[in-house]
Each structure stands twice: as C-alpha cells, then as structure tokens.
C-alpha cells in the first residue's frame, strides 16, 4: 500500500549501469525498483549480458513495457515474440533477447526490492 506520494526522475537516478550495447537507470522508490533500459542495435543479451552473469540465457523474470523500438525476445524452448512500441511483456527466466534493426530499444520495468 502507498502511503504518501513520492516521485523520483530517470533524468537524477539512484545508479546507472553500463554495459557493452547498453544501459540502465535505477529509481528505488516505495519499496519498489523502477528499471529504464536502453539498448543500442546490434545489442544481443547472450552476447552482450552473459560474459558478467556467468550464464547463457537470463536468469530473471521480467515485467516490461517497450518505450521504443523493437526486440525479440527467444524462451530457452525455442518459443519467440517480437516487441515493439507500447507492448507489455511477462517474461520468465531462461530466455535471450536481441534488437531488431536499426533502432534503440528502451524499455521500463519495475520489480520488488530484494
């Protein structure tokens, strides 16, 4: 339950974090992560993710909402979907991802804090 109102800006956020074809800004706030992500075309998660991860596919789920662009999105069962501007994605773990042409991909996401 939200108690008092509370606001917060990508444009100040709590933590950036780089990585190779991409970003993400951080807001925590109320208890909750709020996540912008923005990744650059040639972006790949199993290429470009991975290598700091130590695994192959990722391993978390994800509840997203695409800002701009478009991405594939491929389960490790072969299942696809390809997102783009104003979809919203339930994704489980055990998936890869990749940008779809010549476009950034940014997209926002919010998760409980652990």
């Avoid at 470009?48 to 991860?53: A, I, K, S, Y």
């Avoid at 104003?86 to 476009?103: F, K, Q, R, S, T």
Wanted: proline letters at 6%; charged letters at 30%; a negative charge.
């Amino acid at each position: 339950m939200v108690s008092k109102l509370a606001v917060k800006s990508f444009d100040d956020p709590d933590e950036t974090v780089a990585f190779d074809n991409g970003r993400a800004e951080r807001v925590k706030l109320g208890g909750r992560t709020f996540w912008r992500s923005t990744v650059e075309p040639g972006w790949r998660f199993s290429r470009d993710n991975t290598p700091e991860l130590g695994t192959d596919h990722c391993p978390s789920p994800h509840r997203l909402y695409v800002l701009a662009g478009c991405m594939t999105v491929e389960m490790d069962d072969g299942t696809r979907e390809t997102l783009q501007q104003g979809d919203v994605a339930l994704i489980p773990p055990g998936h890869d991802a990749w940008v779809n042409g010549d476009e950034q991909v940014v997209f926002f996401e919010e998760t409980l804090e652990t």
